[in-house]
């Protein structure tokens, strides 16, 4: 009983001398609320930090087609409406997408379609990571960047 009391006191002197490395990350970097989804996972992607700053576009597709802003849940014409208000008033230039994984394919159309017709061009599609790194580190969201072409 000895012992265990005296290595319940080192742990307790331990953990409380230091914050710990994700507290002081957490503190550098807000992050975007929102839905959580299982992204698909690539090798490739590039480092996205400012999807996760508090005034970014984030639009988040569950699978089972659910589309939030944020964490708002809506419809796709409620959708299209918020980004063309997101558009005029903030100056949006690119928007987010956290598609699931296993969300249909039509869903994440519907939503690239609801941006074009807001006006807005550039969009990232936000992806898992295969690289490890050291557990409890934030890192910034990764992705792929793409852009709307319009025939002509």
């Not at 988040?60 to 063309?84: K, P, Q």
Request: aromatic share 4%; glycine share 6%; hydrophobic share 45%.
């Amino acid at each position: 009983m000895k012992h265990l009391l005296e290595v319940c006191l080192v742990a307790l002197a331990l953990v409380g001398s230091e914050p710990p490395v994700a507290a002081q990350s957490a503190a550098d970097m807000p992050m975007q609320k929102g839905i959580a989804v299982d992204l698909p996972v690539t090798s490739n992607a590039v480092a996205i930090p400012d999807a996760d700053k508090q005034d970014a576009l984030v639009v988040a597709v569950s699978r089972n087609c659910d589309i939030y802003l944020g964490a708002d849940r809506m419809s796709i014409a409620a959708l299209r409406e918020n980004i063309r208000n997101a558009v005029s008033s903030r100056g949006a230039k690119i928007l987010y997408i956290k598609a699931d994984a296993y969300a249909p394919y039509f869903c994440v159309v519907g939503i690239l379609d609801s941006m074009q017709r807001a006006g807005l061009e550039k969009f990232a599609l936000l992806t898992s990571q295969r690289d490890a790194e050291e557990p409890g580190s934030l890192i910034p969201p990764k992705g792929l960047e793409m852009q709307i072409v319009f025939g002509r």
